[in-house]
T-cell receptor
Framework: KAGVTQTPRYLIKTRGQQVTLSCSPI?????VSWYQQTPGQGLQFLFE???????NKGNFPGRFSGRQFSNSRSEMNVSTLELGDSALYLC?????????????FGEGSRLTVL | EDQVTQSPEALRLQEGESSSLNCSYT??????LFWYRQDPGKGPEFLFT???AGEEKEKERLKATLTKKESFLHITAPKPEDSATYLC???????????FGSGTRLQVQP
């Protein structure tokens, strides 16, 4: 059974640019969450999608956005990149809409902003 | 605001030397406490869920316990392959998202 797939794995952008990251959840999983991981702040929740609807959003500026498609695949977008956006962006899926903390994470997309 | 504090930040053990990792938490209402393991360059891997004080879960050399204020991850006779960062997270009854601690970086030397 394939795990959570994130693309791209690595990318380098410059300040002011925008970036789109993609996540394919485990087959049958309908909930997708996004987390940002940095050495200083650790893992921080960005948002969660279920059945194409955003159900929860963390404390990030509006430059961070996301969406989910009918096949449960999800994308997140960061506009007007800042140096502080350099991080590992992790996608996690779970099977149902139940509020479970048992998340299945992908390997992440490592973003470097120069 | 939910808070999770893990200690120590880093721990170096000799193979076979048992120890415990600590996770202290503050939540208005605990829905669940979760332990994850993260290897370098990988996403976190789920280990355990604990729901109520007094609960214990075991998996191979790992045992997780929970009180009303903290959780411990006990590692018995660790092996080098247990080297990883161990993350603790809590889920508040009023929120869906997890609040993670900063992790304990464990290194087990042969």
């Amino acid at each position: 059974k394939a795990g959570v797939t994130q693309t791209p794995r690595y990318l380098i952008k410059t300040r002011g640019q925008q970036v789109t990251l993609s996540c394919s959840p485990i087959s049958g999983h309908r909930s997708v969450s996004w987390y940002q991981q940095t050495p200083g702040q650790g893992l921080q929740f960005l948002f969660e999608y279920f059945s194409e609807t955003q159900r929860n959003k963390g404390n990030f500026p509006g430059r961070f956005s996301g969406r989910q498609f009918s096949n449960s695949r999800s994308e997140m977008n960061v506009s007007t990149l800042e140096l502080g956006d350099s991080a590992l962006y992790l996608c996690a899926s779970t099977i149902t809409g139940v509020q479970t903390g048992e998340l299945f994470f992908g390997e992440g997309s490592r973003l470097t902003v120069l | 605001e939910d808070q999770v504090t893990q200690s120590p930040e880093a721990l170096r053990l000799q193979e076979g030397e048992s120890s415990s990792l600590n996770c202290s938490y503050t939540v208005s209402g605990l829905r669940g406490l979760f332990w994850y393991r993260q290897d370098p360059g990988k996403g976190p891997e789920f280990l355990f869920t604990l729901y109520s004080a007094g609960e214990e879960k075991e998996k191979e050399r790992l045992k997780a316990t929970l009180t009303k204020k903290e959780s411990f991850l006990h590692i018995t006779a660790p092996k080098p392959e247990d080297s990883a960062t161990y993350l603790c997270a809590v889920q508040d009854t009023g929120r869906r998202a997890l609040t993670f601690g900063s992790g304990t970086r464990l290194q087990v030397q042969p």
